[in-house]
């Protein structure tokens, strides 16, 4: 029984989904995601594959590695169900349920075959989550995302038959940088996990997506590719550089964009650059601190997520300039969003400052000072636009004057799971660290190190209200901020339309030439065959010279050959 | 800040006076827990603290300058 994939049994579930009664339904998702858990039991090893045109395709391979991202994509999917209790229409849960096995069933392939499979059904399901808004403008955010998706997974293909004629294997492990196969597989993970450039379409698609569906995608498919990363990538220098990269750009446009949801896109995109410069160094710390940093931070990232969704649930917007005095009316969701702004930030107690601490650790065993401040800038940047911003617009700020019903019970139900789950791994970190790869003997909780902690953090509030009190800090303004995706909605079609006019116009030219000459030629053999030559004919006087001339042709090549 | 509400101002100086206590109590604590930190430029006295207001300010500064070259009206896609 544990030899079934995790993660295959919520898929097959999953389409019995929109037959079930409403209440009925949940239970059911619930005990599927119990059941696909129970096959992270088996242990490490290989335990189930089959032979596909003399390919071995390994569908169920676990390790140390696969164990963690295991438990937390359940925890994540069972999270999501609770917290879509309400919602009746079945297309988010069919889908939802569906993408986390997807996600889920990725981690454990051992080949990239495999591996590709899952990871383009994880595109194929999820994007069902933004075209459930029902929107015009999600419908088309929901067809960039699908290219985009479906494109790393060509990448990925591409790369992994490139790969296997080069090396001569499928199995997915520890790659080397250097042949094409392997930059088009790295490229593939790259677009998944949001490098700088190619994250357009998590900022773009994400907050399109239905309530639901937005805390749902921000579970699974960037952890995804820290994972791949984590299996394919790690020690691969680049990744620390890009890493960095990630966490310090995305914290420039959060401050500045005004739709809340978009602004914990961008922070989700900062966060995952804390991953990636862990991989890229790539020792057992190093690799420690970013699977702790993805187990933290898909519990805090969807609990901050599902405290804008259930403030926008009940008045319907994300902006910030149209939220703003809600403490009073939804002070419960104010309460699991602050505790979710408080482990993003990484005060101490909380997820993110057991989870960040080993990733610091690292960077700064390897001696990587710039990169070092580079991540502890973007820390402070992080507790800005997530710890403060969020929390700041939605709940105290100016007030907006509205004053809606506190969130649904179902909704506060998983928000309360996920803040004390926050709270437990910030108080535990010997027990949370026992989830992890590698063995780690840390202690995060040491006086110097929690008053280092605590200076960063509230400094940077200091610098926020300093900046408030004295008019400095931007204004919230109803704005488009121009992103990487700018690149494929404009740039490209604004180069591309005229190169692709001037293709059609020679397209037609070539045509009517065609077209023309066929005419031609049929008008020609039609009139031959309307006026047949009947009866001898003598031959006129320049049949005669044409005559002589091909002879004298073939006399000519007769003497000379 | 013209609609702040008096309880959200309330609120507001109640949260601005607590930072600066905890900030202050914080600069203090270095003076009895020797502080060290995970690189040699992070053991300067107040280092955290000082890097920490100094990023904001400078994330702060930054974004507004991206304003310009990034904000477009809201419909600007559509």
């Not at chain 1, 399109?208 to 691969?236: D, H, N, P, Q, W």
């Amino acid at each position: 029984m544990t030899d079934i994939t995790p993660g295959i049994l919520m898929i097959i579930a999953a389409v019995f989904v929109p037959y079930l009664p409403h209440h009925l339904r949940q239970i059911f998702m619930l005990g599927a995601i119990a059941l696909s858990a129970f096959s992270l039991s088996a242990g490490a090893g290989i335990h189930w594959s089959v032979s596909v045109l003399g390919q071995e395709l390994i569908l169920h391979h676990a390790d140390n590695l696969t164990l963690p991202f295991g438990i937390i994509f359940h925890i994540a999917a069972g999270l999501n169900v609770i917290y879509g209790w309400h919602e009746k229409k079945s297309m988010e849960h069919t889908a939802g349920l569906a993408y986390a096995g997807a996600a889920i069933a990725a981690v454990h392939a051992g080949d990239l075959i495999t591996l590709f499979i899952w990871w383009e059904t994880t595109a194929i399901t999820s994007v069902f989550l933004i075209l459930a808004s029902g929107t015009e403008r999600a419908n088309k955010a929901a067809m960039r995302y699908l290219l985009v998706q479906v494109a790393s997974g060509v990448m990925l293909l591409a790369g992994a038959s490139l790969y296997w004629r080069e090396v001569g294997t499928l199995a997915f492990g520890a790659m080397e940088l250097g042949s094409l196969g392997t930059w088009l597989i790295f490229l593939a993970f790259g677009i998944k996990a949001a490098f700088p450039l190619l994250n357009g379409w998590l900022q773009d698609a994400y907050p399109e997506a239905t309530i639901l569906g937005t805390v749902i995608l921000s579970a699974f498919t960037t952890k995804l590719a820290i994972y791949a990363f984590a299996r394919g990538f790690a020690g691969t220098e680049y990744l620390i550089w890009i890493g960095a990269a990630m966490t310090a750009f995305p914290v420039f446009f959060a401050v500045i964009e005004n739709d809340l949801r978009r602004v914990l896109a961008y922070s989700l995109n900062n966060q995952l650059g804390f991953m990636i410069v862990a991989i890229g160094i790539g020792t057992e710390l190093a690799i420690n601190g970013a699977v702790a940093h993805a187990f933290a931070h898909i519990i805090y990232k969807a609990l901050l997520f599902m405290s804008i969704g259930s403030v926008m649930y009940r008045v319907g917007t994300a902006k910030a300039t149209e939220l703003g005095g809600l403490y009073k009316s939804m002070p419960l969701t104010m309460i699991f969003c602050i505790i979710g702004a408080m482990s993003i930030s990484a005060f101490p107690l909380f997820s993110g400052f057991t989870a960040k601490a080993v990733i610091m650790k690292a960077v700064g065993y390897e001696g990587l000072v710039f990169v070092y401040l580079v991540l502890l800038a973007a820390s402070a940047g992080v507790l800005h636009h997530s710890g403060i911003k969020i929390p700041y617009f939605t709940f105290f700020g100016h007030d907006s004057g509205l004053r809606p019903k506190e969130a649904p019970f179902n909704m506060l139900a998983a928000m309360a799971i996920a803040s004390v789950l926050c709270i437990a791994i910030g108080v535990m970190p010997t027990q949370f660290y026992q989830i992890l790869p590698y063995s780690l003997y840390y202690q995060p909780y040491d006086a110097s190190h929690i008053i280092g902690q605590f200076q960063l953090v509230i400094f940077a509030m200091l610098a926020f209200t300093f900046l408030m009190r004295f008019g400095f800090y931007p204004p919230e303004i109803v704005s488009t901020v121009l992103n990487s995706d700018w690149l494929y909605r404009r740039l490209i079609p604004r180069i591309g339309s005229p190169v692709l006019a001037a293709a059609n116009k020679l397209s037609i030219m070539g045509n009517n030439i065609i077209v023309s000459s066929a005419k031609k030629i049929m008008s020609g053999t039609l009139y031959v065959y309307k006026h047949p030559i009947t009866g001898p004919v003598a031959p006129g006087p320049a049949a005669i010279a044409l005559l002589a001339l091909l002879m004298s042709v073939l006399l000519l090549v007769n003497l000379l050959s | 800040m013209s609609n702040l509400n008096p309880n959200l101002k309330k609120m507001g100086n109640f949260a601005s006076i607590a930072l600066v206590i905890i900030g202050t109590t914080l600069a203090i604590a270095e003076l009895f827990v020797h502080r060290h930190g995970e690189i040699a430029l992070e053991d300067l006295p107040l280092f955290p603290a000082i890097y920490g207001f100094a990023a904001s300010v400078f994330i702060v500064v930054v974004g507004i300058g991206l304003r310009h070259f990034l904000m477009r009206r809201e419909d600007y896609y559509d």
